[in-house]
């Protein structure tokens, strides 16, 4: 700026002493002294008024008047002076404009009166000024003069100033200019030739001048105050919906460019509570920034707007004004439906002189008003897109822990097996609980919540920042170690195991749980999230049986294939939808032959496959996590057909097998004591049949589940005995009621001394113990007699029945009735 003013003078400077300089005064009747024409200029330059064209505001004078004049009747040196200390004077002290902006002005001054002269002198030629050469020879030269050289130069300095360059002033200042110039030089030649003719009625020029600066002005204003409602209206238009940041921020520039402020500012205050939400500046700079100083205080809490001008008298606006280093300023309060939403404010309004108005408050309070209901949209569209995300994140996190859930959990392993390190593995661990359901079940559910956030937080605290953990549901939890070598996973595994079977305080308890860990690796045995879950369950499962703690998959214990993955999702189906039978097989007192029970034998006959074995699909069942439901299916069946039996005067036992995990499940004591309520079987004609191996998984709670269903009166019997590894001295612990001899000795008794042995040494202990004895697969009349001599109390086998479905059973039994007591053939042939 600087240097385009030192360019402006240097210019004005040489053309005043090249060609300013030698001119003689004009031959006029009258000559007005400087200190006339200095005041003209003064009054012209304090009494602009303003076109504004968007941001920028044009200040217009009424300067052709006395640089006209000028022209006529003063020595060309001395209009140069009038024009220069006249403007000074009104620029600096009215106007108060800063130096540079203010220097510049004189010098494009300077320049306009030097070259009006000498553009002036050149046309008029030897001629007199009050003739038509005269009167266009002056028009001629104020329109070059001031009009053009100020439309060159004011878009010039703003461009400078503003940094870029602007052509589009350049047609506004040039067409604004113009009707002005030619105005103002039309009632400066009028009054040249008053004066030349009649001084004395310059009085009626002057006049016309008042009345038509006071033209100008209210014409500017008018302008002004149209433009701006215009612009309301279109701003007003704009409702499109958008979050409260983005909306503020619209809300700013409208603001600063509707009222022309340099700097705008909104503050919204929080729902409730003063402090505030949101509070954005938007300087001269197009800058968002955080606002400077506190907003008005009356205006927030008095809900009114605050209009302070310039150099205000209340002490009050002139400290808030001092204190901001502002201006002038106008305060509005912003406030929706439920009440005040903030303020918005807008200060230093752009041009020399003109500063806010009333008008310009209402303007604002409209602007207020709209922006207020666009806010309270913006609110609006704040909360759903928090509820969406909120949403999003209770879909993927488990509600108690915070942690991810089983859909995050897999999109992130997928995600990590994606982002493929080389050499590296990805590791999926399945964590289950060792004793967590006991906490659950005798401390009540909210020391079992309390709990699983400890333990969350404690896996948590054992990984590195790269590593995720996630609940999948009850007390699994799953972790992910994105790129890991074997070992390292299996050491990560051991220290998680070791945290965990440290005591947790919940509510001042010291409560101790443990648990079992499998791991699988990507790509080693997977490359899907499912797949690697899976296998991370399968080891895991071992883990748990093999009572080692943590286990790394290895596919040759796995027993899962593809037909077994099918079978597992049909088996569930068979559980929900009653496609499982139930058959019967009998059993008989030895000495009398008398039918004393049945045993409950679980079939699956699959629509593809056929018949399915029970070795096969219990063992799929166990380890899908299907034998809570096919036992109680089973259960439900049986106990069904035992109130059957019942109300025709049958009175048979009935024996329903168990596997390991309902031993570990603490509810199946009283899910049977609600079947038996509801069939009104008494607990005596139910027999459970447990493995030796079900014992030994986690005796503890074996026991307390057994004693549970013992107290009831609920019979139990070991299976498959001699089989497992059971020490015959805890046999004596059991709350068992009789044994049941494995087949595999019963039906090599005859051949094999070694069975023989066995049978009749477990006869001998079970009757020592006072138990019952139960000899499995009696297949024929001589191992019917030798158990018989041996003292066996009762029978099961093909020599008896096969196990068959209940219709055949009844037909069976029918037929006995009728028959010797003691079978002399297997005249059944396979059941079912
Ligand atoms: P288990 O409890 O030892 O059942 C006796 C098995 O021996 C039955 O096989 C039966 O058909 C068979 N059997 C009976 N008499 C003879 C005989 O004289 N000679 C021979 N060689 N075998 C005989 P099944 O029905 O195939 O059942 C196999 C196993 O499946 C059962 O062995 C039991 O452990 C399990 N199971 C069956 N039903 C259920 C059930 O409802 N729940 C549970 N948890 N397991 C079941
Ligand atoms: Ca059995
Ligand atoms: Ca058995």
Partial sequence: ?????????????????????????????????????????????????????????????????????????????????????????????????????????????????????????????????????????????????????????????????????????????????????????????LAVTILWFQPAAVWFVAVVAVVMSCAYRGYGSWRQRHDSLERLHEL?????????????????????????????????????????????ALGPDDRFREPRGAPLIEVVEGRRAVLARRNPSTPALRAFLHARALKDAMVVPLSGKG??????????????????????????????????????NSALIDRLRQEAADREHQALHDSLTGLPNRGLFHEQVQAAIAADVTGARVAVMLIDLDRFKDVNDTLGHHTGDRL?????????????????????????????????????????????????????????????????????????????????????????????????????YAPERDQYSPRRLTLVCELQAAIAGSGLAVHYQPQAELRTGRVVGVEALVRWHHPVHGPIAPDEFIPLAEQAGLIRGLTRYVLRCVLQQCQRWRSTGVDLTVAVNLSVRNLLDLELPDEVARLLVEFQVPARMLRLEITESCMMTDPRRTEEVLAKLRGMGV??????????????????????????????????????????????????????????????????????????????????????????TIARLDDWLRTRASQPVIPTAATWGAGG
């Fill in 1 to 189: 700026m600087w240097a385009l003013t030192t360019v402006l003078a240097a210019a004005a400077g040489g053309l005043h002493v090249a060609a300013v300089g030698p001119l003689a005064p004009l031959q006029v009747p009258l000559r007005l002294p400087v200190w006339v024409l200095a005041t003209l200029f003064a009054l012209a330059e304090a009494s602009v008024f303003h076109v504004s064209f968007r941001r920028h505001v044009h200040s217009r004078s009424m300067s052709e008047v006395p640089l006209v004049l000028g022209l006529v009747f003063a020595r060309p040196d001395e209009l140069v002076l009038a024009h220069l200390t006249g403007s000074a004077l009104a620029l600096l002290l009215h106007r108060r404009q800063p130096v540079l902006k203010a220097s510049f002005n004189l010098a494009v001054f300077w320049l306009e009166a030097c070259t009006a002269i000498v553009l002036y002198r050149w046309l008029l030629g030897g001629g007199t000024p009050v003739t038509p050469r005269g009167w266009s020879a002056a028009l001629a030269a104020a329109l070059l003069a001031t009009w053009a050289l100020r439309a060159l130069a004011v878009p010039l300095a703003i461009s400078v100033y503003e940094g870029r360059w602007q052509p589009h002033i350049f047609r506004w200042v040039l067409v604004a200019s113009m009707v002005a110039t030619v105005t103002n030089t039309s009632l400066a030649l």
């Fill in 715 to 804: 019979s139990l019997a070991i299976d498959d005995f001699g089989t497992g590894y059971s020490s015959l001295s805890s046999l004596g612990r059991l709350p068992v009621d009789e044994i049941k001899i494995d087949r595999s000795f019963v039906t090599k008794m005859l051949s094999a001394a070694s069975d023989a042995v066995i049978v009749r040494s477990t006869i001998d202990l079970a009757r020592n113990l006072g138990l019952r004895v139960v000899a499995e697969g009696v297949e024929d009349r001589a191992t019917w007699n030798r158990l018989v001599t041996l003292g066996c109390d009762v029978a099961q086998g093909y020599y008896l029945s096969h196990p068959v």
């Fill in 452 to 552: 699983l956030q400890q333990i969350g937080a404690r896996i948590r605290d054992a990984l590195r920042p790269c590593d995720s953990i996630a609940r999948l549901g009850g007390d699994e939890f799953a972790v992910l170690l994105p790129a890991v070598a074997g070992a390292v996973a299996v050491r990560v595994a051991e220290r998680i195991r070791a945290r965990l079977c440290q005591p947790f305080d919940v509510d001042d308890m010291l409560l101790q749980v443990g648990g079992s860990i499998g791991i699988a690796l990507a790509p080693d045995h997977g490359h899907s999230s499912s797949i690697l879950l899976r296998c991370a369950d399968v080891a895991m499962y071992h883990a748990k049986l093999s009572q080692s703690g943590v286990e790394l």
């Fill in 236 to 280: 007003t238009r704009i409702d499109e919906p958008m979050p409260t940041e983005a909306m503020a921020r619209t809300l700013l520039e409208q603001a600063r460019d509707l009222l022309q402020a340099e700097i705008a500012e909104v503050v919204l205050t929080a729902p409730r509570g003063n402090r505030p939400s949101l509070s954005l």
């Fill in 339 to 376: 009440g005040a939403l903030g303020t918005l404010l807008v200060g230093n309004r752009l041009g020399d002189v003109s500063t806010f108005g009333v008008w310009d408050l209402k303007l604002f309070e409209t602007l207020a008003n709209h922006a207020s209901m666009a806010l309270e």
